[in-house]
């Protein structure tokens, strides 16, 4: 039995699942709607408040894809009650960030600012001038949006300067005077 797969995803108070013939997936809470398409190999199942997958064998596919699923699944239904968000932060001297509706931009050494438009249950925060929140109820659209705003200015191993996560450890180099 997979260790990921075996467990159980508990569904809170609030949160309704449903699972269609095809096996699609779709989970409402109070933050929002998701869906995933589940292989029909995989069987979902509602019990006591509760959901479970089960694999038809112990085939390496079929394990692949009971953790696979699992996760999203349970991704899925903590993203529509609590919901995900990824902190970023920006060194540099002149870097700042600033949030207008939908938009994001930023200032991070360009001659131009760069923009980013936030995609449907996204949204942009910047608690101060140098760092940005972004939130949302899907884990990998939060997680691909984050990592496209850091890849505008990575962050350098020199000074440190650049956008980096909050908590990130950038591994300094001596310079040229370091022999």
Known sequence: ??????????????????????????????????????????TVNQENGELVLVRPTDNKPHKSMHGLYRSLLNNMVVGVTTGFERALELVGTGYRAQVDGKKLTL??????????????????????????????INKQVVGNLAADIRATRPPEPYLGKGIKYKGEHIRRKEGKSGK
């Open 1 to 42: 039995m997979s260790r990921i797969g075996k467990l159980p995803i508990p569904v809170p108070a609030g949160v309704t699942v449903t699972v269609d013939e095809r096996n699609m997936v779709v989970v409402k809470g109070p933050k929002g709607t998701l869906s995933q398409q589940v292989n029909p190999d995989i």
């Open 107 to 136: 200032s991070v050494g360009y001659s131009h600012p760069i923009i980013f438009e936030a995609p449907e249950d996204v949204t942009f925060e910047t608690p101060a001038p140098t760092q940005v929140v972004v939130k949302g």
